[in-house]
Nanobody, 114 residues
Framework: VQLQASGGGLVQAGGSLRLSCAAS????????MGWYRQAPGKQRELVGL???????TYADSVKGRFTISRDNAKNAVYLQMNSLKPEDTAVYYC?????????WGQGTQVTVSS
């Protein structure tokens, strides 16, 4: 499974961005799709997960501000980010676990200025 993340950029604090992750194959049968992020000098951390039946899990730091969705027909997963803060600055990755392998997209940079 190849994953292609896009939609990152530079935004002011309080602004919004929508990230997209396109998969190279059908995600209909893939249970969990996730978004992670890695800030400079920090470990990669989970942002949130969405299951194939729409169950959602979010990191406490993004609850109420970020929303994950998926469109199985388009083989895509999205991350809507609102009320962005400077501490949200990171490279954002989409990821999935399928057939015993973890797959990662190439990452997209999100920079939030204060």
């Amino acid at each position: 499974v190849q994953l292609q993340a896009s939609g990152g950029g530079l935004v002011q604090a309080g602004g919004s961005l929508r990230l997209s992750c396109a998969a190279s194959r059908s995600i209909f049968s893939i249970n969990f799709m996730g978004w992670y992020r890695q800030a400079p000098g920090k470990q990669r951390e989970l942002v949130g997960l969405i299951s194939n039946i729409g169950s959602l899990t979010y990191a406490d730091s993004v609850k109420g501000r970020f929303t994950i969705s998926r469109d199985n027909a388009k083989n895509a997963v999205y991350l809507q980010m609102n009320s962005l803060k400077p501490e949200d600055t990171a490279v954002y990755y989409c990821s999935t676990y399928y057939s015993g392998t973890t797959y990662w997209g190439q990452g997209t940079q999100v920079t939030v200025s204060s």
